[in-house]
């Protein structure tokens, strides 16, 4: 049986940019943010494109592997439809939360959190150019606000077959999950973002605080975030 969830989205233009190239979903069983790559063509168009094929896919039995395939599809039909998209990319961050576990499909540099007990931890890796020199020893994780190649993401979906990250991590009622996008990430410590999710019981109302965190960073970036709450499955007492 699939858990009850309490979830919310919020998305903000930032402080910088003239349009939003992020694009979120929140639906029945799958839960996700895209991210148009800053500097290619029609980046809002990719990550609008990729969440429809989340869309689609939210059925009684989302299978992650086929809805990346999917909107890889989609990307590569939209430009051959429309040649002057072509180099549009995006990232791509998926949720499904199980009776049990939480599967999870990723691409980019957006990011899965998860708080458990009170602590957050990160579920995906990044992407990028930086990440690997942070991973080889080249470059401290401190440093890599002011590295000039940060914004460098190694591996996006843009019409071209790519493997997506996958995995199926246990959860329990009470896990509250994030996903956002490195405008965020970028513009919030990793302990404030925490704060405003132990503080704020309302996924609403925690969605809404993280725009604002993001926008008091300097909002460098679009900013959207996904808040999912994990509730105990209600069951109906048997009555004799």
């Given at each position: 049986?699939?858990?009850?969830?309490?979830?919310?989205?919020?998305?903000?233009?930032?402080?910088?940019?003239?349009?939003?190239?992020?694009?979120?979903?929140?639906?029945?069983?799958?839960?996700?943010?895209?991210?148009?790559?800053?500097?290619e063509a029609a980046g809002e168009v990719a990550s609008a494109l990729a969440i429809e094929a989340v869309r689609a896919a939210d059925?009684?039995?989302?299978?992650?592997?086929?809805?990346?395939?999917?909107?890889?599809?989609?990307?590569?039909?939209?430009?051959?439809?429309?040649?002057?998209?072509?180099?549009?990319?995006?990232?791509?961050?998926?949720?499904?939360?199980?009776?049990?576990?939480?599967?999870?499909?990723?691409?980019?540099?957006?990011?899965?959190?998860?708080?458990?007990?009170?602590?957050?931890?990160?579920?995906?890796?990044?992407?990028?150019?930086?990440?690997?020199?942070?991973?080889?020893?080249?470059?401290?994780?401190?440093?890599?606000?002011?590295?000039?190649?940060?914004?460098?993401?190694?591996?996006?979906?843009?019409?071209?077959?790519?493997?997506?990250?996958?995995?199926?991590?246990?959860?329990?009622?009470?896990?509250?999950?994030?996903?956002?996008?490195?405008g965020l990430s970028d513009a919030a410590s990793a302990d404030d973002i925490a704060d405003v999710l132990r503080d704020e019981p309302?996924?609403?109302?925690?969605?809404?605080?993280?725009?604002?965190?993001?926008?008091?960073?300097?909002?460098?970036?679009?900013?959207?975030?996904?808040?999912?709450?994990?509730?105990?499955?209600?069951?109906?007492?048997?009555?004799?």
């Amino acid at each position: 049986m699939r858990p009850a969830t309490r979830s919310a989205t919020a998305s903000h233009i930032g402080l910088v940019y003239d349009h939003n190239e992020d694009c979120a979903y929140t639906g029945r069983r799958l839960f996700a943010i895209a991210d148009g790559v800053g500097g290619e063509a029609a980046g809002e168009v990719a990550s609008a494109l990729a969440i429809e094929a989340v869309r689609a896919a939210d059925t009684r039995t989302p299978r992650l592997d086929a809805l990346v395939a999917d909107a890889s599809r989609r990307l590569a039909a939209a430009v051959d439809a429309e040649p002057a998209h072509a180099g549009m990319a995006t990232t791509l961050t998926v949720l499904a939360p199980e009776r049990d576990a939480v599967r999870l499909a990723h691409l980019g540099d957006s990011r899965a959190y998860r708080l458990r007990d009170a602590e957050l931890t990160q579920l995906t890796r990044d992407d990028t150019f930086v990440q690997q020199l942070v991973e080889s020893g080249h470059l401290a994780a401190a440093d890599i606000p002011r590295h000039p190649h940060r914004s460098v993401v190694t591996r996006v979906l843009d019409g071209r077959p790519v493997p997506a990250w996958h995995a199926r991590l246990p959860a329990t009622p009470g896990d509250r999950y994030l996903l956002c996008s490195d405008g965020l990430s970028d513009a919030a410590s990793a302990d404030d973002i925490a704060d405003v999710l132990r503080d704020e019981p309302s996924p609403r109302r925690a969605a809404d605080r993280l725009i604002e965190l993001a926008l008091a960073g300097g909002g460098p970036d679009n900013v959207t975030v996904v808040v999912v709450d994990l509730e105990p499955v209600r069951r109906w007492p048997w009555h004799r």
